[in-house]
């Protein structure tokens, strides 16, 4: 019988390893579109940004159940611990989410995360019985004290966010994946599908991608793109890669040649 590959955060099974953003989107309707049309089933949330309680405006849960859809609370706009802290906080007294993503940024040029901030406020979440995925640099060392400080998943960046350029740094996320056994997940920096197939034929769990899909000029069509890429990544890294050679390899066999 065919073991079910789930990905697993905080002892939760997920189907699809797609993880998607909510942000820059036309409108709802077109988010709520892309995301059916992806096949995730985890959506991140900008706590203060996307609208969740004023229900004069539209809101989110009107397009997107989260019955059937894990809301991922995020803190993007953070810049410090403080304000990190009291997001996510707010977020668990709205609607109970417990389950959230970290992200404390550090420059407002790069959107790099400041992993001084991020650390003592992983430390902080996770003792107020939080569940934390931790957006990181892809730095190993740092990816560890994340680890060590009770994060549930690491997200290391592949490139600055919304800047599209892919995975710039292949060597540290294979040295990361190597040393975790936590969910490793690329989050940022993804520009088309076949980043995300790499992504996943390094080793790692799972991609989020949101200015990707949102600002292709056909978001439906690059959300189906993703989705197919990751599942091809997933099946290519399980199935085992030919070994790599300096020189040629014929493909027919010499022997019995005429």
């Known amino acids: 019988m065919k073991k079910i590959d789930n990905l697993i955060i905080a002892k ?8 998607v953003g909510t942000g820059k989107y036309k409108n709802m309707s077109e988010c709520a579109k892309a995301i059916k049309l992806s096949g995730a089933e985890i ?32 803190t993007a706009g953070c810049f410090n611990s403080k304000e990190a802290l009291r997001t996510l906080r707010l977020a668990r007294e709205i609607g109970g989410w417990k389950l959230v993503k970290l ?4 420059d407002k040029k790069t959107l790099y995360p400041d992993m001084i901030e991020t650390l003592k406020s992983t430390e902080t979440l996770t003792k107020e019985g939080f569940k934390v995925m931790v957006y990181c640099t892809d730095d190993p060392l740092m990816a ?8 549930c998943a690491i997200m ?12 710039q740094n292949y060597i540290n996320i294979k040295i990361i994946r190597g040393q975790t056994k936590l969910p490793l997940i690329i989050d940022a ?20 991608v949101n200015t990707a899909i949102a600002k292709a000029k056909n978001p439906f069509q690059m959300a189906l793109a993703f989705k197919n890429s990751v599942v091809a990544g997933r ?13 040629a390899s014929p493909s027919s066999p010499k022997e019995g040649i005429i």
């Not at 290391?156 to 995975?167: E, F, M, Q, V």
């Not at 197939?197 to 080793?203: F, V």
């Open 43 to 74: 959506v991140t949330v900008a706590v203060r940004r996307v609208n969740i309680v004023d229900k004069k405006k539209p809101l989110l849960m009107d397009y997107i159940d989260p019955k059937k859809i894990t809301y991922l609370p995020n």
């Open 144 to 151: 560890r004290r994340i680890e060590n400080a009770g994060a």
């Open 189 to 208: 920096g993804l520009g088309q599908a076949s980043d995300a197939t790499i992504a996943m034929e390094l080793g790692c769990d799972g991609v989020l």
């Open 103 to 106: 992200e404390v940024l550090g």
């Open 156 to 167: 290391p960046l592949a490139a600055p966010i919304g800047s599209g350029l892919g995975i």
């Open 12 to 19: 939760k099974k997920f189907k699809s390893r797609l993880i």
């Open 235 to 247: 099946q290519s890294y399980l199935s085992g890669r030919m070994e790599k050679f300096l020189f």
